[in-house]
């Protein structure tokens, strides 16, 4: 069932005048929201209101700081059915690189069906906290889907070229829009940006024009900085934390774990590896293709990445990048574009839960001492 913007807000404030245990169980699986157009920035916001006005006793926003060079904040929303007990933390953030504008749309649905779908209930909503940020990188994604009905230009010539700007839009951008004085390139790539053996993947800094420019330095810019300040409050909360980002390779699907800066595994790369796959069997893709299950750095070094970060710094043990297929510059009235996007990162999301509880037991009943998962 597709749904407009307006019948959201309209089911939002009709979901509003009933208790939260209805509103929890209200809809089938059948009947989940499946959003027909692209999540931007103000949309978000309205939607979090909504979300938290009409379902408070589970829901808060939590604005980030600092905030954007646009002046936006980032913004997380954390689902807790218990805010009595202490639950395992899940973290989930999206659309760091700014052309993953499907991610926003994947998280919200995920945070709908949690909230207001009796059939993840149980084992997902009631079971753990979910801290999710549907969009990091506000200002890079608003711009790059701002530019998207412009012929394109070599992103680097675009970059360096102020008149090749004119009425055109660059190949990529995978960048925030962030500024430096006298320059005529702009932009950070975010996921560049993150002290954590930052810089370790190359022998000389790319130039500022690059789409893979990491900064003048670690945290250089405020999204990195405010995503360090919420990671460090989180503290050990977070028990699974999930980057979900995009492949722009058609049939290459990944699902990911540290390190991204070298190619020595880290020393859970067994318990790793297995959820990974796992939840690779139980994702399957539309085409009947399994994601590909590996350390990140088999296809390419990267330093400086929010992974690497949250694994090596903050200290979460299990930490996954999931990269399903995303075209960059889709066509933006193809709303079969965001719902096959969204269907696929949600199933690889789930998957990974179930994968986690199943190496530790916790989705396994025994029947005449036999055991059966569910």
Known sequence: MNVTWIEVARMFELYGKKSGAKIRTKRSNSKHLQ????????????MMSQIVEKDKEVARVVHLTPRTAQNRSIVALELQSDRQSKKPGILIIGALNAMAWGAPNAIMELADRLLY????????????????????????LEFSKGLRQLPPVDATMWSRNVT??????????????????????????????????????????????SQYYPGTKPFSTAEAQALRAYLEKMGDVIDLAIHLHASFVPKKEYILFPWRYSTRLP?????????????????RLPDGRLYEVHQSSND???????????????????VYLIKPYYP???????????????????????????????????????FFGKEVEF
């Open 300 to 318: 390419n070094r990267v330093a400086g990445s929010i992974s690497d970060y949250v694994s090596g710094v903050v200290g979460t043990d299990l």
């Open 117 to 140: 779908d009796s059939n993840y209930q149980t084992p997902y909503f009631n079971d753990y906290d979910w801290y999710l940020i549907p969009m990091a990188n506000p200002d890079g």
């Open 328 to 366: 960059q510059f889709p066509n933006y009235t193809d709303s079969k574009i965001i719902e096959v996007y969204a269907k696929k990162a949600i199933t690889a999301i789930l998957s990974l839960v179930r994968g986690w509880r199943s190496s530790t037991k916790l989705n396994t009943l025994y």
């Open 267 to 283: 020393s859970n790369f067994r318990t790793l590896q297995a959820i990974g796959e796992y939840s690779a069997r139980h994702a």
């Open 164 to 209: 090749a700007r004119f009425k055109t839009r660059p190949t990529v951008w995978h960048k925030n829009i962030d500024t430096e004085a006298s320059d005529v390139c702009f932009g950070t790539n975010i996921n560049r940006n993150f002290a954590f053996h930052w810089q370790d993947d190359v022998h000389k800094m790319p130039e500022r024009c």
């Open 35 to 46: 959003f027909d157009q692209y999540v931007d920035y103000t949309t978000l916001m309205g």
